[in-house]
């Protein structure tokens, strides 16, 4: 079965830390590389993505870091906030985005 | 403004009792999908429809079945309920844009 492995389970930073939450997977057929972010009671919602054909990509605090040849990608939060805990999910798809196959997710607490 | 909304957004019921979970956007997006979410296991794809009348399995579909008669409206029915599917429940749309996708509140299903 497809795989996205993700890590660390669960992160404490404090304010203004930088919390990097790794994923890796198998498949490469993979093209489609998003994280989605949920709040507790919340449905998840989609925070940025990345396809491979490029290394590196920023939304505000937000970046996406993807080394093909590892098949590894990564999400790294700038500044972190207290409002920034949350689950955060990654994810994968093939092209044509059919099935998308989440990481177990990271359970994330910056502390004020 | 972008809206997916789940019917109920919480059932308890009992082993056997068919039930139906309704899920409908005001996006006209063609792509729509059911999750379910379980502690430590993430987000798992149950089915997904790429538009009217075509539905296919995601990763764990057994013991559900979807229908998908018209564009806004994406039904799961679960007609023998165990509770092995006592979870939390996601329906999700995704537009022409890959970063154009919301998910529903979530309905929380307990099976006694």
New interface residues.
């Given amino acids: 079965q497809q795989q996205v492995k993700q890590s660390p389970q669960s992160l404490i930073v404090q304010k203004g830390g930088i919390p990097i939450i790794n994923c890796a997977y198998e498949n490469t057929a993979f093209d489609y590389f998003p994280w989605y972010q949920q709040f507790p009671g919340k449905g998840p919602a989609l925070l940025i993505a990345i396809r491979p054909d490029v290394s590196e990509k920023k939304e505000g605090r937000f970046t996406i870091s993807f080394n093909k040849s590892a098949k590894q990608f990564s999400l790294h939060i700038m500044d972190s906030q207290p409002g920034d805990s949350a689950t955060y999910f990654c994810a994968a798809s093939s092209s044509g985005y059919s099935t998308l196959t989440f990481g177990k997710g990271t359970m994330l607490l910056v502390s004020p | 403004e972008a809206q997916?909304t789940q019917n109920p957004r919480y059932l308890i019921t009992v082993t056997g009792k068919k039930l139906t979970v309704t899920c409908s956007q005001n996006m006209n997006h063609e792509?729509m999908?059911w999750?379910r979410q379980d502690p430590?296991?993430?987000?798992?794809?149950i089915y997904?429809s790429?538009n009217v009348e075509v539905t296919?399995k995601?990763?764990v579909p057994e013991g559900y079945k979807v229908s998908r008669k018209e564009k806004r409206n994406f039904p799961l029915i679960l007609e023998s309920p165990s509770p092995n599917q006592t979870s939390l429940y996601?329906c999700?749309t995704?537009g022409s844009d890959?970063?154009t996708?919301y998910?529903?509140?979530?309905t929380r299903l307990t099976v006694l």
């Fill in positions: 997916v792509y999908s999750y430590g296991l993430g987000l798992r794809q997904y790429m296919d995601g990763d996601f999700a995704l890959t970063d996708q998910f529903g509140p979530g």
